[in-house]
């Protein structure tokens, strides 16, 4: 069994700040990548941000605000979320694609969502 369980959500007002973090614990061999992904009502699940080593990627939309990061030791990742806009109003997924033995692929796992509601 494999859980990822996120926390740090909430309501901030426009230029607020909030910081995510999503933990994965279970049967884990390692874990090639995690990332965070949203979905506002009625539009499509979107990639926000990922981590894979050190390399990081964003969506346009928030580079340069939001800040990606790792801890290994704890099979932990967080997000920075700064100067806050309405359009980020969604809710938040943690991914981690984890491989459970040595020899199984990795898999996608998914927690169970935060929302981040930011008014103007």
């Known amino acids: 069994q494999v859980q990822l369980v996120e926390s740090g959500g909430g309501l901030v007002q426009a230029g607020g700040s909030l910081r995510l973090s999503c933990a994965a614990s279970?049967?884990?061999?390692?874990?090639?990548?995690m990332g965070w992904y949203r979905q506002a009502p009625g539009k499509e699940r979107e990639l926000v941000a990922a981590i894979t080593g050190d390399n990081t990627k964003y969506a346009d939309s928030v580079k340069g605000r939001f800040t990606i990061s790792r801890v290994y030791a704890k099979s932990t990742v967080y997000l920075q979320m700064n100067s806050l806009k309405p359009e980020d109003t969604a809710v938040y997924y943690c991914?981690?694609?984890?491989?459970?033995?040595?020899?199984?692929?990795?898999?996608?796992?998914w927690g169970q969502g935060t929302q981040v509601t930011v008014s103007s």
């Open positions: 991914n981690a694609n984890i491989r459970r033995t040595p020899t199984s692929s990795g898999y996608d796992y």
């Open positions: 279970g049967s884990i061999f390692s874990i090639n990548a």
